[in-house]
């Protein structure tokens, strides 16, 4: 499929779509920081802060669970030998594998073999073979022939845990030939991380034991009772920000000389705004209409005064936004103070998101000899005029920037703080903006940023963008389009049109993304291919 310049890269599903086949290539996915602070939590009930030192994780297509870049490096192996050891001396080895003191060599090979298989069970998501049993038998023998009984368990459990099966989600699966099907505790494993970044509980392990995860209904009915926990609603947000390009927003500076009430403390309250809020949006009905409709946000008292309330709300409190001002998530500071540079709105950066991420468009790319003049600031002209001059002296950047501007031109009631303004440099601000070849379901001017919002919220347009980032975070790759003779871009392209098909019979309820696909035939399966 060849995506015309300028349109949705979501793809046009041809009419026959596979009906099964694999969900994708067999992978080996590594923890991320968010999912390695959550295993370390429910194997060793380690206190939260584990990962706090290492080194951040890469990111592409705007996620840090892409598998392609979680790569080990010299450091952050470094990182996992020290957590490891760090965790395991923590080990209760009297609760964890106790022995009676002075036991007999042999008793205590068998207090050591129990703990192997208990623990290991844990840590690798899976029941060890005779092989692992013997691999960290020998370890603890040899440990133990130099040291007590305590310091032996303890190597074994810093082993296990730089083990590529702690370490990595396995997509392995068994027999031969081109498509392998998922053992059941690597799909418990797939399921539990994809809803709530964290291992198996013990009733899905439970499930895992029994066999009961090879159908559609009982992969469902799991996630839907894992999407009920407190596990579920953070992790799925962080989708959500992520895929809205915000959730960096607390880590964005502002020039303090020219926004001197933007402080460290405003910027934590940015950041976690944008989380309770599309928390509470998820557990109350997942609604894509609520995300980018909602009249309300959940602030605290400096959030208040930015949005200018009238009444300060309590920590933390649901509150009514100024219906002339704020309407969903685009209009609330995360997302305007990530597109903005520290001294101005920047809409260029604002339109390329709302165009690239909000609504899955393309930007067609600069000239290989393309040289960069930045917009100087200018006390007598907007930031729209400033940038309209720029564009209209580089004639030869306008293709690009005729799709992008315009968008960001709508969001110019905000400044890079996200503070709301009517007038800037004394002049009165214009933000009228243009939808352009995306589709013609949403094209066309809009006032400003809330007519913008309000076109897009229940446009098919954006069920099919998130459906399609969904899939991508959910499998941690890219989604294949092009040819669209290639059965992997069909495979693809059915899994994409099944997921936005969920929002359009369940109210736009993000949520069902996650049933949606698990539900599917497919899910059970990797290729070798």
């Known amino acids: 499929m060849v995506t015309p310049t300028g349109t949705s890269t979501v793809p046009v599903v041809p009419v026959q779509l596979p009906a099964a086949g694999a969900l994708g290539p067999v992978a080996l996915r590594r923890l991320n920081k968010v999912e ?127 083990s590529p099966y702690f370490l990595y989600k396995t997509e392995m699966g068994e027999g031969s030939g081109v498509d392998r099907k998922l053992t059941s505790y690597e799909l418990a494993t797939q399921i539990s991380y994809l809803v709530t970044g964290a291992p198996p509980d013990t009733d899905l392990v439970a499930a895992a034991e029994a066999g009961k995860l090879g159908t559609p209904a009982e992969r469902e009915a799991q996630v839907r009772r894992l ?45 976690e705004e944008s989380q309770r809020f599309v928390g509470s949006v998820l557990t109350t009905n997942g ?144 933000a009228t903006g243009e939808i352009k070849s995306i589709s013609p379901e949403i094209d066309g001017p809009f006032a400003n940023a809330l007519e913008f919002t309000q076109r897009i919220a229940k446009s098919q347009v954006v069920r099919d963008c998130v459906a399609r980032e969904s899939v991508r975070w959910s499998l941690g790759r890219e989604t294949v389009s092009t040819p669209d003779t290639d059965p992997k871009v069909l495979r693809d392209q059915a899994i994409v049109q099944a997921l936005s098909s969920s929002l359009r019979v369940s109210h736009s309820d993000m949520r069902e993304l996650l049933v949606a696909l698990v539900k599917r035939d497919e899910y059970g399966f990797r290729s070798d291919q």
């Not at 999407?227 to 303090?256: C, M, N, R, Y």
């Not at 009238?310 to 609330?332: E, N």
């Not at 969001?411 to 890079?416: G, R």
Request: hydrophobic share 40%.
């Open 287 to 430: 609604s894509l209409e609520a995300l980018f409709n909602a009249d309300w946000s959940i602030a605290n008292a400096e959030l208040g005064s930015l949005y200018g309330l009238g009444q300060a709300p309590a920590d933390w409190q649901k509150v009514t936004l100024p219906a002339d001002q704020r309407l969903g998530i685009l209009t609330q500071p995360a997302f305007l103070v990530a597109t903005s540079k520290a001294t101005d709105s920047f809409p260029i950066r604002r339109g390329k998101v709302l165009r690239t991420r909000v609504m899955c468009g393309t930007v067609p790319p600069p000239p290989a000899d393309l040289k960069v003049t930045p917009v100087a600031l200018d006390p007598n002209l907007t930031t729209r005029e400033r940038f309209l001059a720029h564009e209209q002296a580089g004639s030869v950047c306008a293709g690009c920037h005729s799709l992008m501007d315009p968008l960001g031109f709508g969001f110019e009631n905000y400044d890079a703080t996200g503070a709301y303004r009517t007038s800037e440099n004394g002049k009165p601000i214009d």
């Open 36 to 162: 390695y602070e959550n295993t370390a939590h429910r194997v060793l009930a380690a206190a939260p802060g584990v990962t706090s030192k290492f080194i951040d994780d890469d990111s592409s297509l705007g996620y840090d669970n892409i598998s392609a870049i979680l790569s080990v490096t010299p450091l952050l192996a470094e990182q996992y030998a020290s957590t490891a050891k760090s965790l395991a001396a923590g080990l209760d080895v009297a609760k964890e594998a106790p022995c009676t003191n002075g036991a007999a060599a042999a008793a205590e090979v068998a207090c050591a073999t129990t703990f192997i298989q208990q623990f290991g069970k844990r840590a690798f998501r899976r029941p060890l073979v005779a092989s692992d049993v013997t691999r960290y038998s020998t370890i603890f023998q040899d440990k133990r022939g130099r040291s007590d009984y305590a310091a032996a368990i303890h190597l074994v459990a810093e082993t296990m845990l730089q």
């Open 227 to 271: 999407l009920g926990s407190v596990d579920s609603t953070p992790w799925v947000a962080s989708f959500v920000t992520e895929w809205l390009g915000i959730a960096a927003a607390g880590h964005v500076a502002k020039d303090q000389a020219k926004f001197p009430a933007y402080t460290p403390s405003l910027s934590v309250a940015v950041a």
